[in-house]
């Protein structure tokens, strides 16, 4: 009888990087993203890139691509592609193909040029998107995930000053991250002035966008041991998908996706909603972060911006959220889940100076894919 | 005359009786025929009892404002409709909700609430396509 707790703790996370640089990057291919994360994330993990036989990538390459452009014979590979959350998602595919002996060191790459579009082309299905919602003006995420936030705020009150709330605080988190693309000061004043992109949105709601790549190497707990750095057990791992376009969608105001992804989560982890001390939660919009907390069960529902807006997710506050600045103001390829994995991370090695967050011991990853459409969460550990 | 928007590409053949019906002002769903259940958007199978038998009915084109945005900017070169313009998800009285447009109506979060009544207003773009818009009800 299959277990979920089987796949609880069996694999770590021993490397992180990002690319060598990031933001606005014309000078660099998607590939050179890819490479430079994944041979940073290897040498963090004193492994070799030979080591690698595991390739998990999602987006604009095949994981074929990025094998051959790092010259590796892989003898795994997964390619699931549905959304930003999709590298959150393979941690856990990652996990079950370690724990079957799939792969012996698995690599999650990421490589996007999303601002300067480098070599990118869109290869979708418009049959859906092309009929039914461009002729009305409908495209990019932020025309779709407005109506979340409008229903949203219909629902439950819930105001265009306490969504600014939520870039305020990351702000403060990239203000203490020197990798982080915005860094100076913001008021909520500043959001709300900010020019108008679509309502209820200012630019300033909406996330960077950026070109950079992200990489995460992980291995069997056993091996875990002889890798360089602290090694991050993945203590729970889920995901789900509800939708994709927004009319399909059952509670505007509520991630079926995300809930289902993290119940499992929760329940290999053994643990409850409001057993962390650090989560990071997948921004591309200041509404977002808000609602996840309230389809995880973290907060009820209607309540979760007063997690930003009284301060408990800031610095100093009693529960960190997104502490690498974000998507808001830290980074954002346009597919943005490695990094708060990255973060995570870092976060439960005790690496992030003066934004570390003290007594570590337990951190959430929560991402979604598409406008809440799916959701990929991981519970991690810096002890078994 | 200019035609303003993106016309609908590709028009897929399971949403062939919506446009026809469209041409002639009428806003058409599809409805299983298994299990009774109308839904957005075509397909050849219900998304709720999987049953292939799929047939048509006519909407009374009332419904309900979702939710809603303005948009402060074009967001697609052949998308030309002057700014602010409202982007609207209509809940339609017989169940399923479609994003379109909400038209002869300002374009302000102050003029503009969820749940608000709405009633279509076709749009005719070429000889081929009609799109249904929507406005405040009873205007
Ligand atoms: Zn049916």
Known sequence: ?384 | MEIDRPLPNPMTPEAKPYWDGLREQKLMLPKCGACGHVFWYPRVACPRCHARSIGWIQSKGRGTLHAFEIGYQSFNKAFKVPTPYVLAMVELAEGPRMLSNLINVEADPRKLTCDMPVEVVFSKLTDEVTLPLFQPAGR
């Open chain 1, 1 to 384: 009888m299959a277990n979920l707790r089987d796949l609880s703790n069996v694999a770590c996370i021993v490397g992180v990087d990002e690319s060598d640089e990031m933001g606005t990057l014309p000078h660099k291919s998607q590939l050179s993203l890819h490479v430079e994360a994944v041979t940073n994330a290897v040498r963090d993990a004193g492994l070799k890139v030979s080591d690698v036989d595991g390739i998990f990538t999602a987006g604009q390459h095949s994981p074929a691509t990025i094998g051959e452009a790092l010259g590796i014979t892989a003898r795994h590979v997964d390619g699931t592609t549905v959304g930003g959350c999709s590298f959150i998602i393979m941690v856990g595919h990652a996990v079950a193909a370690l724990h079957h002996g799939l792969c012996d060191v698995a690599v999650i790459s990421h490589g996007e040029s999303g601002r300067s579009q480098v070599g990118v082309s869109p290869r979708r299905d418009t049959a859906i998107p092309g009929q039914f919602e461009a002729p009305y003006g409908f495209g990019p995420a932020p025309t779709m995930f407005g109506l979340i936030t409008t229903r949203h705020m219909h629902r439950y009150g819930t105001t265009l000053e306490q969504w600014a709330q939520v870039a305020v605080s990351t702000r403060k988190w990239a203000a203490l991250n020197p990798k982080a693309l915005r860094r100076e000061p913001l008021t909520v004043e500043d959001v709300l002035k900010a020019r108008p992109v679509v309502y209820p949105f200012t630019v300033l709601n909406i996330c960077l966008v950026t070109d950079a790549g992200g990489a995460v190497v992980l291995t069997r707990a056993d091996r875990a041991r002889d890798t360089a750095k602290k090694p991050v057990y993945v203590r729970g791992l889920g995901e789900g998908t509800e939708h994709v376009s927004l009319t399909q969608m059952k509670d505007l105001t509520f991630s079926e996706a995300t809930r289902i992804s993290g119940d499992k989560a929760f329940r290999m982890a053994g643990v409850g909603p409001t057993d962390f001390q650090h989560i990071m939660l997948y921004d591309a919009f200041t509404s977002g972060p808000p609602i996840m907390l309230e389809s995880l069960g973290i907060a009820k529902r209607g309540e979760g911006v007063r997690f930003f807006e009284e301060g408990r997710s800031t610095p100093g506050g009693s529960l960190p959220i997104n502490t690498n600045g974000g998507g808001l103001s830290y980074t954002h390829t346009g597919m943005y889940g490695i990094f708060p994995i990255i973060e995570a991370a870092r976060q439960l090695r005790g690496e992030c100076g003066p934004r570390q967050v003290p007594n570590l011991r337990t951190s959430l990853v929560n991402g979604m894919g598409g406008m809440l459409s799916a959701a990929g969460t991981l519970v991690l550990s810096n002890e078994a």
